[in-house]
């Protein structure tokens, strides 16, 4: 009883530590994508728990998706950053089931792959790869490109459907509606001057899969020196923590 008792109490000081460690990654990455937003992709964490992200993607020009905006969650477990987020769109899109967790190599489908490296910014701009290509996988449908030009069309409308979408990009929504109303194009980004296009999205997609950043600024922690040095130091210090952690769980219950 009293050996139970102990390991029971180890094991929850350790999930409060690495939660501790993935809550304080995750600020600092939120803060890093709000400096420095990407085109086509919008993201909020929940004020609540910030390990539940909501997040809007723009369809790239020059595809079957372009102009549709796809709102969804990316969710990330307490023990981020040693373990991946899932992925699911909450609004129809062509490419995805609604409300399905999608499998990517870099999601929760995939955890042996995953890397400690990779953050927010890079999960979607895989994701945003993913959607504009056909490759198969678990989640995916099939759709004609007609179709998909029909659901980008009326993407707005369903997103409006959700109050979440509402609370956290309703700004973001009137904006879409006004630049429509002018037959402007629609930018991407919180200070983008407009869409990517879908060989460059293609491009920061494939890097993102292989845990990599074609901007200069970090997913992880934008440090004085040098985005790059804070982005492998910060994992090298949280994967250092994550050792002796574990470490002290393993002394204390064997």
């Not at 600020?27 to 539940?52: H, W």
């Amino acid at each position: 009883g009293g050996s139970t008792a102990r390991r029971r109490g180890v094991q929850s000081t350790f999930s409060l530590l690495m939660g501790a460690v993935g809550t304080n990654r995750l600020m600092k990455e939120y803060n890093a994508l709000r400096k420095d937003p990407v085109p086509n992709i919008f993201a909020e964490c929940d004020p609540k728990n910030i390990f539940f992200w909501h997040f809007v993607l723009i369809g790239p020009e020059d595809t079957p998706y372009q102009g549709g905006v796809y709102y969804g969650h990316l969710i990330f477990p307490k023990e981020y950053p040693f373990k991946p987020p899932s992925v699911k769109f909450m609004v129809p899109q062509g490419r995805f089931h609604v409300g399905k967790e999608i499998c990517m190599s870099n999601t929760n489908f995939h955890a042996e792959s995953h890397s400690p490296f990779w953050g927010p910014r890079l999960f979607l701009l895989g994701l945003l790869s993913f959607l504009t290509s056909e490759e198969n996988t678990y989640g995916a449908i099939e759709s004609s490109d007609e179709e998909r030009r029909r659901i980008a069309h009326h993407s707005l409308e369903e997103c409006r459907k959700h109050k979440k979408f509402l609370q956290f990009f309703e700004e973001l929504a009137n904006q879409i509606e006004s630049e429509r109303a002018s037959s402007s194009t629609i930018c991407g980004g919180v200070s983008s001057e407009g869409n990517v296009s879908p060989q460059e999205v293609d491009k920061q997609g494939q890097l993102a899969a292989s845990g990599q950043d074609s901007g200069t600024t970090s997913t992880v922690v934008p440090g004085e020196e040098g985005e790059g040095k804070a982005s492998l130091g910060t994992a090298l210090c949280n994967f250092t923590a994550f050792v002796a952690f574990f470490s002290v769980f393993l002394y204390l219950v064997w």
